[in-house]
């Protein structure tokens, strides 16, 4: 059964770090694209980072450069987003995305509140 769970969410307060787990089962994080995504209350799912073993690439937002971090270990079959210096308006539901041609599987979201 293929499943992406996300864990590692929380409340912190700004200036803080939180690191987001996406566990993957069911097929090989290696052969896909991993996104993070993040949907705040009343706005469109946004894209934060993304992962491509397979080709050797990241991407960050613009909004997060700097202070967030993609990684993945292959062994757990897992991948990370580390996240520094969080901002207020870095609360939202972040989502796991893997992405290879037409399979697209989505976990069921971690909530990140950063607020003092």
């Known amino acids: 059964q293929v499943q992406l769970v996300e864990s590692g969410g929380g409340l912190v307060q700004p200036g803080g770090s939180l690191r987001l787990s996406c566990a993957a089962s069911?097929?090989?994080?290696?052969?896909?694209?991993i996104g993070w995504f993040r949907q705040a209350p009343g706005k469109e799912r946004e894209g934060v980072s993304c992962?491509?073993?397979?080709?050797?690439?990241?991407y960050y937002a613009d909004s997060v450069k700097g202070r967030f971090t993609i990684s993945g270990d292959n062994a757990k079959n897992t991948v990370y987003l580390q996240m520094n210096n969080l901002k207020p308006e870095d609360t939202a539901v972040y989502y796991c995305n893997a992405y290879r041609g037409v399979i697209n599987y989505w976990g069921q979201g971690t909530q990140v509140t950063v607020s003092s």
């Open positions: 069911g097929f090989t994080v290696a052969y896909y694209a």
């Open positions: 992962i491509s073993a397979s080709v050797g690439s990241t």
